[in-house]
Nanobody
Framework: VQLQASGGGLVQAGGSLRLSCAASGTSFSVFSGNWYRQAPGMQRELVATINSGGSTIYADSVKGRATISRDNTKNAVYLQMNSLKPEDTAVYYC??????WGQGTLVTVSS
């Protein structure tokens, strides 16, 4: 199973980013899709999750600013982040089934 994350970058506070994660080598539709992040010196935390039925859960820190979605036809999971804050700066990792991990994509939010 391979996960390829993309979409990170440098953005000003208040801006938006859309992270993408493409999965291969597995039946993606049966798994949950998850985005985690890890800021420097911090533990990795769950940002958002979407189950196989499309139900979503968000961390309190991003609720109202993030939208996780999935496209099973493309074996992909997405994270739309709006109103970005400097504290959103982190490496974002995609995960499926709480088992398989992507390589991470860096999001840097400047103030």
């Amino acid at each position: 199973v391979q996960l390829q994350a993309s979409g990170g970058g440098l953005v000003q506070a208040g801006g938006s980013l859309r992270l993408s994660c493409a999965a291969s080598g597995t039946s993606f539709s049966v798994f949950s899709g998850n985005w985690y992040r890890q800021a420097p010196g911090m533990q990795r935390e769950l940002v958002a999750t979407i189950n196989s039925g499309g139900s979503t859960i968000y961390a309190d820190s991003v609720k109202g600013r993030a939208t996780i979605s999935r496209d099973n036809t493309k074996n992909a999971v997405y994270l739309q982040m709006n109103s970005l804050k400097p504290e959103d700066t982190a490496v974002y990792y995609c995960n499926i089934g709480r088992k398989y991990w992507g390589q991470g994509t860096l999001v840097t939010v400047s103030s």
